[in-house]
């Protein structure tokens, strides 16, 4: 367990980090505490990339493997102050408990792998195998495992820790997402007339109810891949006496391990193609959303919004040891998956890279009014993550 002077240190700055409101695209002011942080605390390099990610870097004296801990500092924003029992930006402490926007997802966990590393360096005096790597991510809220993809380039790890809630829990695997667009395309013409246009709304109609009667891929430990309708607009819009002559739908696609870009959207394009050849008057076209955000250095963040699934075995070797290091400390994790999307899909999904996650809170506390982190698990991760190194750093 941790002493109180290290239970202060972390819990002052977790509120530290909470007091620095950073939506996505606008963390530069937790990224300035966060380098700060780290500096003060003694890592041997602190680096800010083009995103604006921030990486803290800890060398032992001896070679060996490389740890990164991954946390995102972007925040959901607050929609409606007033509703909050006490201000979602002052980091207040009550009943053992700090409240805040960020303080489970997840200010709260960089806090303590950052604390965990610079006690972790202090007892050994840096004499353990390997590299600590911890970094504050940005822009993951809708944008999960791109920044990331510039991380795990720099710092090249060999085990990433998501530090995303799971009180306590070992996580080794997610189901992914992927965003697909579904378009139409008709022909406007005045809505007195309609016989004179195509009406790309009817099209898309016909294309939904086919693409319902699709059979969901499926998986043993993640379950379904599922594909919902998520959004639809036509253009012009309003229509104003017009008929459509276009029209977008969105989905949701929920990914399972080893699929790809390409085995995801075969499916739905044989049966476009099906459809189109059945109705020479249908233009359909199905293709990933592309998003771009801005970051707070400048620069722009831009990709498919493809973030693949992953799954460990929990008798992996990793896995095992850190289970193993974190009972003989009195814990008793458990090993599941995570129910939502994180940066392992670049880690894990994308890169190869042995990953697993590991967090205080409630996933359920994320992105909820009166958001908080209770200090009892706040303090008990920080003594995992000090675990975590033990374990994979020898
Ligand atoms: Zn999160």
């Known amino acids: 367990m941790l002493t109180k002077e290290r239970e202060n240190q972390v819990v002052e700055l977790c509120r530290k980090l909470i007091m620095k409101q950073s939506y996505s695209g606008q963390e530069d002011g937790v990224a300035g505490a966060l380098e700060e942080a780290l500096k003060e605390l ?31 500092i972007d925040t959901v924003p607050v929609t409606d102050e007033t509703e909050w029992k006490y201000p979602p930006f002052a980091a207040e402490i009550h009943d053992g408990k700090i409240y805040g926007r960020g303080t489970s997802d997840m200010k ?55 530090g995303e809630a799971s009180t306590l829990n070992l996580k080794v695997g997610q189901r992914g997402r992927g965003e697909i667009v579904v378009e139409t395309f008709g022909k406007p013409c005045h809505s007195a007339n309609p016989e004179k ?47 459509p002559e ?98 392992g899909s670049h880690y894990a999904g994308e890169a190869g890279i042995k990953t697993f996650g590991l967090g205080p809170s409630q996933e359920n506390l994320a992105h909820t009014v009166n958001e908080y982190i209770e200090i009892d698990q706040l303090t008990k991760v920080t003594d995992c993550y000090y675990g975590v190194m033990k374990a994979l750093l020898k």
């Open 42 to 72: 003694g890592f041997d390099s602190v680096n800010v990339d083009k995103y604006g990610n921030v990486i803290g870097c800890i060398k032992g004296k001896r070679p060996g493997k490389k740890l990164l801990f991954d946390g995102h």
């Open 108 to 162: 709260g966990a960089v806090a303590a792998f950052v604390s965990a590393a610079a006690n972790f360096a202090q007892d050994t005096d840096r004499d353990f195998a390997g590299e600590l790597y911890v970094a504050g991510v940005v822009h993951e809220e809708c944008f999960e495992g791109v920044a990331a993809r510039e991380i795990s380039k720099a710092v090249c790890p060999d085990y990433v820790v998501i």
């Open 246 to 343: 276009y029209c977008r739908a969105t989905y949701d696609r929920r990914l399972l391990v080893g699929e790809t870009k390409e085995s995801v959207l075969e499916p739905l394009q044989k049966l476009m193609d099906q459809l189109m050849a059945e109705d020479p008057q249908l233009k359909v076209k199905v293709s990933y959303a592309v998003g771009e955000e801005q970051c707070y250095t400048g620069n722009k963040i831009q990709g498919e919004r493809f973030f693949p699934g992953w799954l460990y075995d929990e008798n992996e070797a990793f896995v095992q040891d850190v289970k193993k290091e974190l009972e003989d400390m009195g814990y008793t994790p458990s090993i599941t998956q995570y129910n939502f999307c994180t940066n």
């Open 197 to 243: 246009g195509i009406n790309a709304v009817y099209k898309m109609a016909k294309v939904i109810e086919a693409i319902r009667t699709l059979e969901p891929t499926n998986h043993p430990v993640l379950g379904d891949g599922i594909l919902e309708l998520t959004d639809i607009k036509s253009a012009p819009y309003p229509g104003a006496s017009v008929v």
